[in-house]
């Protein structure tokens, strides 16, 4: 079992910079890929970005490369996303979410989920 909380969130202008931490509990921490979510209203969750269990790989949806990036410490049980260049199409509820395959970018592949944190870019 894994629990994840998220935290970060807030009211950004266009133009700056977020970043959301997702802290794990459980020593398994480590055995798990990672992955961010987003949801705004009215529409589906989406693929953000996944990073392997060690960190070296990861991936991006189009919409975000070059502009967020995911990274973790094994030792703190902890994933982030640095998010830059926001945009207001960027406004949604982000989830972080844990799952035993890295590269998957189908929320039902994911295994354990935050409750989310909001990200609301204004123009």
């Known amino acids: 079992q894994v629990q994840l909380v998220e935290s970060g969130g807030g009211l950004v202008q266009a133009g700056g910079s977020l970043r959301l931490s997702c802290a794990a509990s459980?020593?398994?921490?480590?055995?798990?890929?990672m992955g961010w979510f987003r949801q705004a209203p009215g529409k589906e969750r989406e693929f953000v970005v996944t990073?392997?269990?060690?960190?070296?790989?990861?991936g991006y949806a189009d919409s975000v490369k070059g502009r967020f990036t995911i990274s973790r410490d094994n030792a703190k049980n902890t994933v982030y996303l640095q998010m830059s260049s926001l945009k207001p199409e960027d406004t949604a509820v982000y989830y972080c979410?844990?799952?035993?395959?890295?590269?998957?970018?189908?929320?039902?592949?994911?295994?354990?989920w935050g409750q989310g944190t909001q990200v609301t870019v204004s123009s």
């Open positions: 979410a844990a799952g035993r395959t890295f590269g998957l970018k189908y929320a039902g592949t994911y295994n354990y």
């Open positions: 990073i392997s269990r060690g960190g070296s790989s990861t």
């Open positions: 459980g020593r398994t921490f480590s055995s798990y890929a």
